[in-house]
């Protein structure tokens, strides 16, 4: 079960990497983080958590790793990120927010609807979270190299 999740997890962060016109070169990239990001969250929601912390910890992996893959190969942040959080976003569940709309449901697809809004707030919470943390490691070896 893991090493389908590590697949499909590589082969849409890799895809929508194709689609969107990344360097070929960064394309492992791409699907390495949004394997690494998705794997964690997969585990820590299997494991009890519920899923909007499991969210944010995936995309804290996700963007660290992002930085990182960025310094090694030399190429912008974002072109690595944005295909390594593909696989945590909640596009099923926002799928069936609209389809339980169309069939007048509203109860549960508000309920579903607000589930979307936490998981995509929690996306972009643990982006900020990797940055601010690649900024303060940053001005600390700045001091460091100055002092």
Aim: net charge positive.
């Amino acid at each position: 079960m893991i090493t389908a999740q590590l697949m499909t997890s590589f082969i849409a962060a890799a895809g929508f990497g194709v689609i969107f016109n990344v360097p070929r070169r960064a394309l492992i990239q791409c699907g390495t983080v949004g394997m690494a990001g998705w794997i964690l969250y997969y585990m820590l929601s299997q494991n009890g958590m519920d899923v909007v912390p499991a969210t944010i910890f995936g995309a804290i992996l996700a963007g660290v790793l992002s930085q990182f893959c960025a310094k090694l190969f030399k190429m912008p942040v974002i072109v690595i990120s944005v295909s390594g959080i593909i696989p945590l976003v909640p596009g099923g569940v926002a799928y069936d927010a609209m389809r339980h709309f169309v069939e007048n449901d509203y109860y549960t697809a508000v309920q579903l609807s607000a589930k979307v809004m936490l998981l995509a707030g929690a996306i972009a919470i643990g982006l900020m979270f990797s940055e601010v943390a690649n900024q303060l490691m940053k001005k600390i070896s700045r001091k460091d190299a100055a002092s």
